[in-house]
């Protein structure tokens, strides 16, 4: 079963701009990760945080998690058409260890020249 | 440095039949996880190996298995195949030092994952 979901499905914006996408999560968690697949290819690793963190950044990432909340949002600023992929959000459990990861089923991006 | 490698890229077979994927980590990588990924859905985690045994399984049943081998390379082996076991099929390896390496900020990705097997069912 699906751990998360991200919001929104799908995404289209132009190049330059801010994309932002949503994550929500249902059990205690250590890290919460993103990855970004492109299309029918394997998933890359972006960024991970820690359950104990509320921010990070990344070059053009920023990672924020609200464990009250359950939820956590990646921010790409400047967005390129490069970054037009599928982006997915992934935890891991505290009871089933690092890694076994449980994906959302993601935000699909297009950034258009 | 080769990455994750996963084989054959695509694979079509019928209703019954009995599926070999193949996978071989990243240099250095002795941990392999296997994941299905359904069409426009997330992965979903099939389980993973460690030291040639099953260390942890997703909700699957046991028509799917696995091995791996000394080399650390491993194979997923599906039977009696349904038309829902249409999927990508995607491995993954890690080591034990990547992971402390990344959560110390001193290492690159802990995961890393191959192309996949796309595996289509008639």
């Known amino acids: 079963s699906q751990q998360g979901e991200e919001d929104p499905q799908a995404l289209s914006i132009q190049e330059g701009e801010n994309a932002t996408m949503n994550c929500s999560y249902k059990t205690s968690i250590n890290n919460l990760q993103w990855y970004r697949q492109n299309s029918g290819r394997g998933l890359v690793h972006l960024i991970l945080i820690r359950s104990n963190e509320r921010e990070k950044h990344s070059g053009r990432l920023r990672v924020t998690l609200d464990t009250s909340k359950k939820s956590s949002s990646l921010l790409i600023t400047a967005s390129r058409a490069a970054d037009t992929a599928s982006y997915f959000c992934a935890t891991d459990s505290i009871q089933g260890g690092s890694e076994k990861l449980v994906f959302g089923k993601g935000t699909k991006l297009t950034v258009n020249p | 440095d080769a990455g994750v490698t996963q084989s054959p890229t695509h694979l079509i077979k019928t209703r019954g039949q009995q599926v070999t994927l193949r996978c071989s980590p990243k240099s250095g990588h002795d941990t392999v996880s296997w994941y299905q990924q359904a069409l426009g859905q997330g992965p979903q985690f099939i389980f993973q190996y460690y030291e040639e045994e099953e260390r942890q399984r997703g909700n699957f049943p046991d028509r799917f298995s696995g091995h791996q081998f000394p080399n650390y390379s491993s194979e997923l082996n599906v039977n009696a195949l349904l038309l829902g076991d249409s999927a990508l099929y995607l491995c993954?390896?890690?080591?034990?030092?990547?992971?402390?390496?990344?959560?110390?900020?001193?290492?690159?990705?802990?995961?890393?994952f191959g192309d996949g097997t796309r595996l289509s069912i008639l």
């Open positions: 993954a390896s890690s080591s034990l030092t990547d992971w402390d390496s990344y959560l110390e900020d001193r290492g690159n990705q802990p995961q890393h």
